[in-house]
Structure formats: structure tokens, C-alpha cells
């Protein structure tokens, strides 16, 4: 152990002649722990909450998605096997899609009409894992009895947020109304047929579970008047964050119509909004572990001038100036290494359990702090990534170096002839 080091230890395990400068010396090292201890958590809940969205977007549509872009696709199935064929795909299918308006008495409801093959689409999608209620054969082969005077209707899923708003229920008839009208000696008349709603399902995203209806692939084709063509083909891969690079061979080898596009690039804007929250959450939050590297610079201030006599005498024994700027270094980084430790403990040990923490919260306050009706969370996302922590606790020891360099500066050129004058 060096000598600095010893010395600045020492200073550090010292009675003070002041307890004020023993107040801030626990005051900067709390806030450094504070300030290490909110970002790591606030961090894991961020990084929580966007592994949960990536994890709603993949579950609900597919990775990557092929167009046409002069329209409908009517070669689809040659298409098919050739994507089918490329490597890192591991299935596909076709789909219709379309806005149309939902109505049912009163209510009216313009949502995204989706075609989809209902036995191949359970291999792309994860729409069967989020129905509620009924299931995707149904939209087929309707297992709900009929009134003895009602004809037989196709089958139509809804989300669970569009069932609300319109009030409706499975068993229910629904008018689903197509842009796409005749032409008539009156002008054009919206093409309009009777849908039978045998089933619900919830993707927990608001935004989905309030503007989808999905129908059966060749009931899409019929009401839209495509004939046998489809909207697109959605593809499944074995790894979602190297779709970029299948993208680009698909572009390659289909050419001009055809298209891909990525679950990235449909959702780069929350997903871009999300990163920027995080990284706005880590610049505000890292203000506290500054707040805390002035109360280290006070810190060393004071024991500066605590310490002018010491300081004479090691000089006057030969320490340099960069030795005695070396000690108030090594000093102030102790106390910002240990609120650092000890705000990665506490952070760890909160981000790990922040969901009995917050169930212990709402039992004992009687407050629900994160509805499940306005968030759609089941559960309170957290997840702790070790990149994030590294980063934080080198942010916190650096900031904490920097604020040392200044009052240690000061210490290695108090002229030791001055500071023996007045003792």
C-alpha cells in the first residue's frame, strides 16, 4: 500500500474537529449511492418495459412482412416457396389487409381488417396464444348454435378493447362495411355483410386490442374483391435482431414489385421513442450523482484546510505536490467508490425484487400503483442488464474522480512556509 493511499485512508477514518465535515462526507456518499442506486433501477424498469413491448410486437405480427407495391399479390404461392426456401426463414403466410368500419346499432368503429389462413398463420403469429375467448378454426367453422331463422353467418375475431367499445359479445352479429362500394343509379353504395363475432383475444397493447379484426383468409378475399390474390405474406425467423440482413435478400432476389419490410422498421418510432427515454432518464438522474460529487469537492475542501498543518509537514519532509494532491485523490475516490458499491447492492437488490416490493406497497398504502387497465401489465417488467450497470458504476466513479481534481490541486500548492506561519 502506498503511503498516499494510507494517509488518505487515515484522513478518512479521523476524528474531525468539525462533525460538520463528517455530515458531508455521509451526505456525498449517500448521494452517490442514491444517485447509482435510482439509475440502476429506473434503468431495469425502462429496459423491462421495452423487452416486454418487443416481446408483444413479435408475439402479435411477423418479423418480416413482403409487399407488392403495385398492389395485391396474385403469384403468392410462388413467392411462398421461394421465401420458404431462404435460409433463417422457418415459416409463412398469406394475408389480407384492408380499413373497414365495424358497426353494430348506434356504435361504429373504423379498425384494420385482417384476412389470415388459419392453418398456417398459428405458425408466424402468436394471435392463438392471445384469445381470450373462442379460437382461430372458429372464424371457419363456427361452433355456435344458430336461432332456427338465422342463416349461417363467417366467423370474425375482435380485440377485447374494440368488444368494449362497441359493446358487443361473442354470439354477436356485426356489419363490417367495406371502403370499396358499388355503383349504383343512386352513386356508390358501401358494400356492407353480417359477420358473426366467434371470438375475442388480447395482446395486451392497446393499440392492437382496440383496431384489429381478423376473418378467414378466403372470407377477406370474397368482401374485398381480390379474388385469389392477397394483401402480403408475413415470414417467421429464427433470429428477430438479424432480420435486417434477410431484408435486404429478399429485396435482392425478388426485385422490383416485391418488397420486405422488418418488425423494426414498422415500428422504429417506439421503438426510437423508448430508447430516447431511456437515455433522457439516465442524463436526468445522473444529475444526483453530480449533486453529490459537489458535496465531495466541499468535503475535501474542508479537510484541506483541516489538514493545512499536515500538509506543511509532509512537504517539508519531501512529499511532492503531486503526492499531496495524490492523497485527496485517492481520499474522494474512496467515498465516491463506496457510494458507488453500495448503490449497485441496493439497486440489485431492488431490481430484483421490485415486484414483491410493489405488491408489499399496494397492500400496505390500499393504492394500486400500476393499474392493469391503463397499463396492460400483468406483472411489473424488470430486467437488469449488466452493460447498464457497468456503465453507471464508471459513470458515478468518474464523476466523482473529476470532482476531486480541484480542491486536491489546491492542497499540492499550499506553500508549506505559509500554512506553518499561523500554527
Do not use: C
Not at 418479423?63 to 433463417?88: I, P, Q
Not at 353494430?104 to 398459428?122: A, K, W, Y
Not at 356485426?174 to 395482446?203: A, E, W, Y
Not at 459537489?294 to 500538509?311: H, N, R
Request: proline residues 4%; hydrophobic residues 50%; neutral net charge.
Amino acid at each position: 500500500m502506498s503511503y498516499e493511499l494510507f494517509i488518505g485512508l487515515r484522513y478518512l477514518k479521523a476524528k474531525r474537529k468539525s462533525t460538520f465535515i463528517s455530515i458531508i462526507t455521509f451526505i456525498s456518499t449517500a448521494g452517490v449511492a442514491l444517485g447509482v442506486m435510482a439509475l440502476i433501477i429506473v434503468l431495469a424498469v425502462m429496459t423491462g418495459f421495452e423487452e416486454d413491448l418487443k416481446e408483444k410486437i413479435l408475439g402479435t405480427n411477423a418479423h418480416v412482412v413482403v409487399l407488392k407495391s403495385s398492389g395485391a399479390m396474385e403469384d403468392y404461392a410462388a413467392v411462398m416457396a421461394r421465401l420458404n426456401g431462404m435460409t433463417g426463414v422457418e415459416a409463412v403466410t398469406p394475408f389480407v389487409y384492408s380499413q373497414v368500419m365495424l358497426s353494430t346499432g348506434s356504435n361504429v368503429s373504423g379498425v384494420v381488417l385482417r384476412g389470415i389462413d388459419v392453418e398456417t398463420d398459428p405458425r408466424v403469429t402468436n394471435l392463438h396464444r392471445s384469445l381470450v375467448e373462442g379460437k382461430l378454426g372458429d372464424l371457419e367453422r363456427s361452433p355456435l348454435p344458430l336461432a332456427s331463422q338465422e342463416a349461417p353467418r363467417p366467423g370474425i375475431i375482435i380485440g377485447k378493447e374494440l368488444a368494449r367499445s362497441l359493446n358487443i359479445y361473442t354470439g354477436d352479429t356485426i356489419n363490417v362495411i367495406s371502403p370499396l362500394g358499388t355503383i349504383t343509379p343512386l352513386g356508390m353504395v358501401p358494400k356492407m355483410k353480417q359477420f358473426r363475432v366467434v371470438g375475442l383475444f388480447n395482446t395486451g397493447m392497446f393499440e392492437y386490442d382496440s383496431t384489429i379484426a381478423y376473418v378467414g383468409l378466403a372470407e377477406a378475399q370474397e368482401f374485398l374483391s381480390l379474388g385469389s390474390a392477397v394483401t402480403g405474406i408475413q415470414l417467421r425467423v429464427k433470429d428477430v435482431y438479424r432480420t435486417g440482413e434477410l431484408v435486404q435478400q429478399i429485396n435482392r432476389e425478388l426485385g422490383f414489385p416485391f418488397y420486405a419490410r422488418d418488425w423494426m422498421q414498422m415500428n422504429k418510432n417506439i421503438l426510437f421513442a423508448l430508447k430516447t427515454e431511456k437515455m433522457v432518464m439516465f442524463i436526468i438522474l445522473t444529475l444526483i450523482v453530480l449533486v453529490a460529487a459537489f458535496g465531495i469537492a466541499s468535503t475535501l475542501f474542508m479537510v484541506v484546510l483541516e489538514k493545512t498543518k499536515d500538509i506543511a509537514i509532509l512537504k517539508s519532509m519531501g512529499a511532492t505536490g503531486r503526492s499531496i494532491m495524490k492523497i485527496f485523490v485517492l481520499e474522494g475516490l474512496i467515498i465516491g467508490i463506496a457510494g458507488t458499491v453500495i448503490g449497485v447492492i441496493g439497486g440489485l437488490l431492488v431490481a430484483y425484487n421490485l415486484q414483491p416490493i410493489v405488491d408489499a406497497v399496494q397492500k400496505v398504502t390500499g393504492f394500486e400503483l400500476f393499474s392493469k387497465d391503463v397499463y396492460y401489465l400483468d406483472h411489473f417488467p424488470s430486467q437488469v442488464v449488466l452493460a447498464d450497470v457497468v456503465l453507471i458504476s464508471m459513470t458515478a466513479v468518474l464523476i466523482s474522480l473529476v470532482a476531486t481534481l480541484y480542491p486536491s490541486w489546491q492542497a499540492s500548492k499550499l506553500p508549506p512556509a505559509e500554512a506553518l506561519r499561523y500554527e
